[in-house]
């Protein structure tokens, strides 16, 4: 005697689903032709363990791909109709067959299934509209950190390699005039690197911003406050040694930043940014510390930016004080960068050779 199982059923404009009562099924035949569904299954049912199958005659044709998903539970059947469109009922016979029931769960009528084909409309333009939107914003943001990154190495390489070319043809007596030479390039650049901060600071990049505001403020108070304001250190050789070490660092960091706004990477040139800053950043922040200590006692002498103090008092404070406290600001602010650097470069590599295992 054929054992069949309890079926429940619900439809929409396109799709039949079918849900049969049948525990750990096992050896699941199921096939469609013109409007006719054959089920077949080794499973627990309503009278245990056994053979199940059914037959239903469809009340218009169906698609002959059916697919379905056994659970532990039940067996879940999706049946694609031939024509969209709404059916009175589920079978060619008025009267329903006894194991047929509906799905209350899934159960919509013809006006309720409209309506949600509507809301899935909807949220499919949202989140088209939202994508066109986001991949504008990312084509944009893309754009704008390339030219800036772009600009950026366009100075740098210019400062370097004109450095580097007078050195080799005036020797040391190229160290002495870095200033008038250099310094209208290099302050472009330490104005721009302003943008860094204000992209970390909104998310247009992935880095910390403390890191990326201690580096810009502290090159431009060197540029700016210890080379700018002195003409006493203009000729010094120290802001040769200072432009050069900062130099070194970003033409390899910014053509690095390049590359990734177009998920692209060059390894040489990938290893060259997390390493070559091992040795040159530190060096760096020593040159800065020398170009401090010797404008030390110009700003003495001078009482240049001199805080004044009340009149009951009668005198002010020597800025000279203020650069003794930096200067051990500056050795804070490079033991801060120099362990975000290098937690950046253990992430880097270690990546790789994940990927590469």
């Known amino acids: 005697m054929t054992l069949t199982p309890l079926v429940y059923w619900a439809q929409r404009h396109e799709e039949i689903y079918l849900r049969v009562e049948l525990t750990d099924a096992q050896n699941i035949d199921v096939h469609a032709q013109d409007n006719v569904l054959q089920f077949r299954a080794q499973g627990h ?3 245990g363990q056994n053979e199940y199958e059914f037959s239903l005659e469809f009340l218009s044709p169906v698609k ?4 379905y998903k056994s659970t532990q539970r039940q067996v879940n059947i999706t049946v694609r109709k031939q024509q969209r ?4 009922r589920l079978t060619v016979q008025e009267r329903k067959p006894v194991f047929l029931a509906p799905d209350f769960d899934r159960w919509l009528d013809e006006s309720d299934a409209e309506m949600e084909i509507r809301e899935k409309e909807e ?3 949202r989140l088209r509209a939202s994508r066109h939107k986001e991949e504008g914003f990312v084509s944009l943001k893309t754009g704008f950190l390339f030219v800036y990154n772009l600009v950026q190495f366009l100075g740098f390489s210019w400062i370097f390699v004109n450095m580097t070319v007078r050195l080799f043809i005036f020797g040391q007596d190229s ?5 008038h030479t250099i310094s209208d390039v290099m302050f472009f650049c330490q104005i721009l690197a302003a943008v860094e901060v204000l992209n970390a600071a909104f998310g247009v990049v992935r ?17 700016f406050i210890i080379f700018g304001s002195l003409e006493e250190m203009h000729h010094r050789p120290v802001v040769f040694f200072v432009f050069y070490l900062w130099s070194a660092i970003e033409i390899f960091r910014y053509p690095f930043y390049m590359l990734g706004c177009f998920n692209t990477e060059w390894k040489i040139l990938t290893w060259l940014r997390y390493t070559v800053w091992i040795p040159l950043y530190p060096l760096g922040v020593l040159a800065e510390a020398v170009a401090v200590i010797q404008s030390i006692p110009i700003f003495y002498e001078t009482k240049l930016f ?3 103090l009340p009149k009951a008092i009668g005198t002010s404070i020597s800025f000279s004080y203020v650069l003794h406290v930096y200067l051990v600001l500056m050795f804070l602010g490079l033991f801060i960068n120099f362990r975000h650097l290098y937690k950046q470069r253990k992430k880097r590599f270690r990546t790789k050779k994940r990927k590469a295992n």
């Open 64 to 67: 002959p791909e059916v697919s």
């Open 85 to 88: 469109g709404w059916w009175e």
């Open 306 to 308: 001199s805080i004044p």
């Open 207 to 223: 880095t910390g911003v403390v890191p990326t505001l201690i580096q810009v403020v502290g090159r431009n108070f060197i540029l």
């Open 123 to 125: 949220k499919r333009n």
């Open 45 to 47: 049912g309503a009278k």
């Open 175 to 179: 160290l002495y005039d870095t200033f």
